[in-house]
């Protein structure tokens, strides 16, 4: 195996894993896929479709002992030519074996279906960059000219890895990949991809055993988005949106369902627009103010939970699950808890955690004292000025709750509730209520004077908003 490898090049500065490859490939006559299997890949057959897992996660790709052995490459060598020095300043070895594209840590932050290359670099050397595949590292420091994929000529999309890519040449027609090409770049992208080139050295450089534990990260951007004030608001925060701002906070509380939820995309931009460098952001000492004051405010106020009077889960997040099938205009961070069906936002005028509806507000203060005197459904619409659809629905609730009183209850509970089971509403279930409750008439002969009392089944809640 040696000999088939005498000629053994040395990587070049900034050079990426599988630019090193092609080379050692076209200086011993070899092709990549030969290499691969000398290396013994993990994959069964050479898939060049996801040679980029290379320059991630070389430790999972490739037996990196057999690679050094037939190559020369310095073990340490393998951090800088790969992103596996930066992923793993922030998470360790086992995660970084569990990492894909799709992973909040590095989610949108590498292109990997494709080649970027400096026309101009080719011309003077033909390796290609690590960082070229910073997804939006748009143009090269050293000619200021933009990054492409494309081939000048066919103008076709150069794959991650090829056997022409060695010689500079196009995958497709075999012309030279050195013509320098136009493209428009918009002012904002061109002005962030100018930061992010001057910035990326410093990432690549952190200290993990201090400065990139994700609460850290997070309380960082907790108190630099709130204005460096020394106490923490939740109605501070202009420079991020409030989800995120949510999110931020679960972290902190340990509650984030990711194994490392602070992606590194959204965190440089949101560096760049606050105008803080990397040196800047990571030097930051909090404040023990600012500690004090975020601890008390998670302590003192779990500010995702149920505050339903009349709930078994009141003032417990046990029974909430998150809404992310629509959005609201008035409302962020929308919730349901499934022990009461009801559902809870963050006003995004006062930034204050509340009811996302009006079951409470006008349903148990108003409504429900008036049923429990012995109004009826017509009496109540007469009073309150509500529609009878309004009513139907306020009083359906309350009778599948079992918040009216027992002489009463019988008047608003569904004569066929023992023949209708939750089954078949399940198999009408619809995120759009009107659809669902035309289906429920048609199919289920179910009318809409007591549609909503199967409708706030739990379980139909459930289903409604876990559908993707």
């Known amino acids: 195996m040696g000999e088939r490898f005498s000629v053994r090049p040395k990587i070049k500065s900034g050079e990426s894993l599988t630019s090193f490859l092609l080379r050692v490939c076209i200086d011993n006559s070899v092709t990549i896929k030969e290499l691969f299997n000398e290396i013994k890949t993990s994959y069964k057959q050479p898939d060049l ?9 070389p430790l999972n790709t490739i037996d990196v002992k057999l690679l050094v052995s037939l190559t020369d490459l310095d073990v340490n060598c393998l951090n800088l030519c790969t992103f596996n020095g930066l992923i793993s300043h922030f998470i360790s070895c086992d995660e970084t074996r569990r990492l894909n594209n799709s ?6 932050l590498f292109t990997v279906k494709k080649r ?3 026309p101009g670099c080719l011309q003077e050397n033909i390796y290609y960059k ?23 000529e066919c103008g076709k999309e150069q794959p991650y890895l090829h056997m022409n890519l060695a010689e500079g040449t196009c995958c497709y027609c075999c012309s030279s990949l050195t013509k320098t090409q136009n493209f428009h770049i918009n002012n904002e992208s061109l002005m962030y991809s100018q930061w992010l080139s001057n910035q990326w050295d410093d990432l690549a450089a952190l200290n993990p055993a201090t400065q990139t534990k994700q609460i850290i990260i997070a309380t960082k951007l907790l108190y630099v988005c709130g204005n460096l004030n020394k106490h923490f608001s939740i109605q501070r925060g202009d420079n991020i949106s409030r989800d995120y701002q949510f999110k931020l906070l679960r972290i902190v509380a340990n509650k984030s369902p990711d194994e490392y939820g602070i992606g590194l995309n959204i965190l440089l931009r949101t560096l760049w627009r606050l105008d803080y460098s990397i040196k800047d952001f990571f030097s930051i000492t909090i ?16 500010f995702i939970k149920c505050i339903v009077p009349w709930c078994r889960h009141r003032d417990s997040n046990e029974k909430l699950i998150r809404i ?12 349901i808890c499934l022990g009461c069906c009801i559902k809870f936002g963050v006003n995004k005028k006062r930034g204050q955690w509340e009811e996302y509806g009006d079951q409470i507000s006008i349903g148990y203060q108003t409504i429900l004292p008036l049923i429990n005197s012995g109004v009826s459904k017509l009496g109540l619409s007469k009073i309150t000025g509500l529609s009878r659809y309004k009513i139907y629905k306020l009083t359906s609730y309350f009778a599948r709750f079992g918040l009216i009183n027992n002489e009463y209850l019988s008047d608003y509970i569904p004569e ?8 078949d509403i399940l198999l009408i279930t619809n995120r759009n209520e009107t659809i669902m409750r035309d289906a429920a008439k048609n199919r289920l002969k179910i009318g809409i004077n007591n549609f909503y009392f199967f409708y706030y089944d739990p379980t139909v809640q459930e289903n409604i908003y876990n559908q993707e």
């Open 116 to 118: 970027n290359f400096c």
């Open 416 to 423: 066929n509730q023992d023949v209708i089971t939750t089954e």
């Open 130 to 152: 690590l960082i070229w595949q910073v997804k939006d590292i748009l143009t090269c420091p050293s000619h200021n000219i933009p990054l492409t994929s494309l081939c000048p």
């Open 324 to 335: 992310n099938t629509f959005r609201a205009k008035t409302h962020h961070s929308l919730h």
């Open 49 to 57: 479709r996801n040679a980029h897992q290379i320059d991630f996660n």
């Open 287 to 302: 404040p023990l103010n600012f500690s004090n004051s975020l601890t008390a405010y998670l302590n003192k106020n779990s």
């Open 103 to 108: 992973s909040t840590l590095i989610k949108d």
